[in-house]
């Protein structure tokens, strides 16, 4: 990231910067402003611009926050398509209507599904800050789909690689219940 210059402007109040992005002159407060405007409301088109933005994070005093291409977006963590409409806050509705089927072990016609991979219990470590923690699916398709569902749905940097850890934290807790 390169240094940004600020600067004052005439009796205007506040410290003025030029953002590449917006290709705008702003205050660092109202960079700020757009910045937590665009994580609150994931569909605003209007500050598509501002929400991945390390510049506004900074501004904001966020400096952990996830710059993933993915984070916010409403995509499903199985297909990965565009969705409005999400079950469990998680997958898209013909993803959920085949997992249906696939537990039902019929489709629509009452034959049996073949669209749906095998689903099965998962559990994905990974690291927030300095902390691990454990993501946990009661179905899902492949590790893949809990990794776009973190890196879709934490606020924070996500990173992956942590099984040994995890599997020694889990061991722990498996002693001590
Ligand atoms: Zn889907």
Not at 69 to 92: Q, V
Not at 94 to 123: D, F, H, V
């Amino acid at each position: 990231m390169e240094p940004i210059k600020y600067f004052l402007r005439g009796d205007c109040p506040g410290e003025y910067f030029e953002c590449s992005r917006l290709s705008a002159t702003l205050t660092k407060s109202s960079c700020a402003d757009m910045w937590r405007q665009a994580r609150k409301e994931k569909d605003n088109f209007r500050l598509h611009h501002c929400r991945n933005c390390k510049i506004g994070a900074m501004h904001a005093g966020e400096h952990e926050i996830s710059t993933s291409r993915l984070s916010g977006k409403r995509i499903c963590a199985r297909c990965h398509r565009p969705s409005n409409r999400f079950i469990s806050d998680n997958i898209c509705v013909s993803c959920y209507n085949r997992q249906q089927e696939w537990l039902k072990g019929k489709n629509a016609k009452g034959t049996k599904p073949i669209k749906q991979r095998p689903l099965k219990p998962m559990s994905v470590p990974y690291v927030t800050g300095d902390e691990l923690h454990i993501a946990r699916a009661v179905l899902a398709e492949s590790t893949n789909e809990m990794i776009i569902r973190m890196l879709r749905d934490s606020q924070k940097n996500v990173r992956f690689g942590f099984y040994r850890k995890a599997l020694a934290i889990e061991a722990r807790e498996l002693v001590s219940d």
